[in-house]
């Protein structure tokens, strides 16, 4: 069933209104008047160059695993553990990187891929027990989530520790490894075009291979797939293991362009908001890329916030929490006022 | 300490000791499990335990700080949670909101909402200032406060409070019914979203109080991220369990060990490295789940809205 341009167009609109009023409401019992709070947020993560890197350095950490999350839905999986593989790709990213000597450009390739096969195989380990044990997605995802928290930790503090770690982190990876920086003078890597040809991909498999449409027709009517002979088991460890590639190579950028180490703490939950991400682009990969920057934004302000005008970051995530119930809520609202059109005909 | 030989010396003493940290440590993993069995047979996925029970933690560190009263706190702790079920509810049954991603929604509002909180109530960033505990005197030869005891003999028997109401009262039959066929209910002409709207309220309330051993039984302060993903582990429970009361509460029990052990091999055993053993729960849940699912089954109208 398509949806209409109308709905499509009101998803992103009504977010916004519901952050302005929200964010106003916070500002206000925090002591701050929404002008100061909102220009804070603005020039935290517009308001000039470095900025607007620090905004794109958010984006390209939520738009990977936005994607993996996008692609796992659409194919009818809750990938819940994206922060997981995200955190197993950047420990396999930042472990090569700070300890192998090889030309830069083979050592960043060989990065990004171990990127790709950390997160891949956290994301296979749910996807192999889903199709050969039934086992539910979404909670062995979750544990996952807990479980790369903790093993990273522990490889990093027992073996991987740099010499002048401050915390628990590898060593520096050589500064030939870094991923070229895209706009002079800020953080921001090569990494978010890395994160655009991914959505770009994306869209191509769901709009024009058969392994898209089959995923889709997984997704959105799985008992009519098997039926016609789709392989559902296939695609559930095929789709999980590649929604978790994309958040590890995710955090192998977070190492190789921005952090140039791995550190446990590398991520502040962005796999966790990243499911708000996807939904506000209504799943679409194309969307979510607006979808991440949009975010961006809000991470990257929500510090200059903090700090300028002392409406405490955490808002942010009650209002990401809130966006997800209302626009959730917003498809049903869509369904019913179609059945009653539907009705009237 | 005198008089408590018995716990105190020898293989034997280390196995009673091993015994009140499991207890101890199972308890608000058996509150949140049965919550998420009352949740799940009335057919809701509650994700947001996790959230729930953060909010529950919450609210009793803050009720208790300002009145000085744990009681009040423990209170405070199961209204919160029953109160942020109530949201969860809604979104649910009326406005028919997936239920993991309202779940998730859950979580984050109620771990950035204490955040927030912490910032404002508090003014410092992370944790709360000391709160008053429930009861915080020791208990002799038990290696718990007062407080704690009574949280965990409360666990115990609410487990079979919640096996009596669900298998022995009319309204544990119609939240069963609810969670099987919701349709069989409507034409019954009863209203199965009611049932799952007093049970989702009722899975709030009992994390809220999960939550609130957390902060003011066992500890006395809130910090971010207090609850670990125990309303998630709590989810694996249910399933281990088999979506009955008293099987989620041996589940959350095992549970318990694993994160009861991970504190007692470090104590004895100091070469193993703590921070791995940190994933033992996880790790134990995990397997649990994938050992157990292709047996059991789940209510047929569980996670189905209505």
């Known amino acids: ?345 | 300490m005198s008089g408590c030989g018995f716990v105190e010396s020898g293989f034997v003493g280390l196995v009673v000791s091993l015994v009140l940290l499991t207890l101890v440590k199972s308890a608000p993993i058996v509150y949140a499990a049965l919550g998420g069995v009352i949740s799940e047979r009335s057919g809701v996925i509650n994700i947001g335990l996790e959230g729930l029970m953060a909010a529950g933690a919450f609210a009793a560190a803050v009720a208790s700080y300002s009145l000085h009263a744990g009681w009040v706190g423990l209170l405070a702790g199961i209204v919160a949670g029953a109160a942020v079920g109530y949201v969860f509810a809604l979104a649910v049954t009326k406005f028919k909101v997936d239920q993991v991603v309202a779940g998730m929604g859950i979580n984050l509002i109620c771990s950035g909402g204490a955040a927030y909180g912490l910032v404002l109530l508090f003014n410092q960033p992370g944790a709360s200032k000391t709160v008053p505990q429930l009861a915080s005197a020791n208990v002799r030869c038990l290696n718990m406060n007062a407080g704690e005891l009574v949280l965990v003999v409360l666990a115990f028997l609410l487990a079979i409070a919640l096996h009596v109401v669900l298998y022995r009262t009319p309204w544990g039959l119609r939240v069963r019914a609810t969670g099987e066929n919701p349709l069989a209910v409507k034409s019954a002409g009863l209203n199965p979203l009611r049932f799952r709207m007093l049970a989702v309220i009722t899975s709030g309330a009992l994390a809220g109080l999960g939550g609130a051993f957390l902060a003011i039984g066992e500890l006395n302060l809130y910090s971010d991220g207090m609850t670990a993903g125990r309303g998630f582990i709590a989810l694996a429970a249910v399933i281990f369990g088999r979506w009955t009361p008293l099987g989620a509460t041996g589940a959350a029990v095992v549970f318990g060990l694993f994160e009861a052990l991970q504190y007692w091999i470090a104590g004895q055993v100091a070469w193993l490295p703590a921070d791995a053993l940190a994933a033992l729960p996880y790790v134990a849940a995990l397997v649990a789940l994938a050992g157990v699912t292709g047996r059991v089954r789940a209510p047929a109208a569980d996670g189905v809205p209505f």
């Open chain 1, 1 to 345: 069933m398509r949806r209409r341009s109308l709905g499509n167009a009101a998803a992103p609109l009504a977010a916004v209104i519901i952050i302005i009023v929200l964010m106003s409401i916070a500002m206000l019992v925090a002591g701050t008047s929404p002008l100061d709070g909102f220009s804070a947020l603005i020039a935290g993560s517009l308001g000039g160059r470095s900025q607007i890197g620090e905004t794109l350095v958010a984006t390209s950490a939520l738009l990977f695993p936005s994607l993996g999350i996008a692609l796992a839905f659409r194919a009818g999986l809750f990938n819940i553990g994206a922060e997981g593989q995200l955190l197993v790709g950047a420990l396999l990213a930042g472990a090569f990187g700070g300890s192998v000597t090889l030309p830069p450009f083979l050592a960043i390739i060989i990065m990004l891929a171990l990127g790709a096969i950390g997160g891949g195989l956290w994301g296979a380990i749910a996807g192999w027990m889903k199709a050969k044990l039934r086992a539910n997605e979404i909670i062995s995802t979750l544990m996952l989530n807990f479980v790369a928290q903790y093993v990273t930790l522990w490889l990093v503090t027992q073996w991987l520790m740099g010499p002048a770690a401050i915390g628990a982190e590898t060593a520096w990876l050589p500064n030939t490894y870094w991923l070229p920086t895209l706009i002079p003078h800020t953080r921001l890597s090569i990494g978010i075009l890395i994160a655009i040809a991914i959505a770009v991909l994306l869209q191509f498999l769901f709009t024009r291979t058969v392994l898209g449409y089959e995923l889709r027709a997984a997704g959105e009517a799985p008992e009519a797939a098997r039926r016609n002979g789709i392989n559902l088991p296939r695609l559930t460890w095929l789709s999980l293991t590649l929604s978790g590639a994309i958040a590890g190579i995710g955090g192998a950028t977070i190492v190789a362009g921005e952090l140039h180490r791995f550190n446990t703490q590398l991520s502040p939950g962005y796999g966790y908001v990243a499911i708000a991400v996807a939904l506000v682009g209504d799943l679409d990969p194309l969307k979510v890329c607006v979808a991440s920057f949009f975010f961006g934004i809000l991470e990257a302000g929500g510090l200059a916030m903090q700090a300028s005008a002392q409406v405490p970051k955490d808002t942010i995530h009650v209002i990401e929490g809130i966006i997800i119930l209302v626009l959730a809520a917003r498809r049903y609202v869509a369904q019913r006022s179609e059945r009653v059109e539907a009705g009237s005909l």
